[in-house]
């Protein structure tokens, strides 16, 4: 198990940029698939992206795509999610998960195959 706090959250300007980054602990973090998701007021929990566990593959939102870019570091137990040319759309609590050993291209976008979760953090884009 590996337990995970985002931060980075905040309010922008539509147009600008932030970073996210999760904190993971656990000595297993290494072997974990990790994923961001976001969740809109009213709205159902989506997929925003992830990353394999060497950090060698990655996963987007088609919503996201050439915007957003996720990125790792093992050996600091991190995972950022870099977000540039932000949208109102964009506005949600974003979340920062893992998952252990994924069979299949489709876990990596499916929130069921993910066990750890951080607590979110808000993000909010002005037009």
């Known amino acids: 198990q590996v337990q995970l706090v985002e931060s980075g959250g905040g309010l922008v300007q539509a147009g600008g940029s932030l970073r996210l980054s999760c904190a993971a602990s656990?000595?297993?973090?290494?072997?974990?698939?990790m994923g961001w998701f976001r969740q809109a007021p009213g709205k159902e929990r989506d997929f925003v992206g992830s990353?394999?566990?060497?950090?060698?593959?990655?996963y987007y939102a088609d919503s996201v795509k050439g915007r957003f870019t996720i990125s790792r570091d093992n050996a600091k137990n991190t995972v950022v999610l870099q977000m540039n040319s932000l949208k109102p759309e964009d506005t949600a609590v974003y979340y920062c998960?893992?998952?252990?050993?994924?069979?299949?291209?489709?876990?990596?976008?499916?929130?069921?195959?993910?066990?750890?979760w951080g607590q979110g953090t808000q993000v909010t884009v002005s037009s």
């Open positions: 656990g000595r297993t973090f290494s072997s974990y698939a």
């Open positions: 998960a893992g998952q252990r050993d994924p069979y299949s291209v489709g876990d990596y976008y499916t929130a069921d195959r993910y066990h750890s």
């Open positions: 990353i394999n566990w060497s950090g060698a593959r990655t």
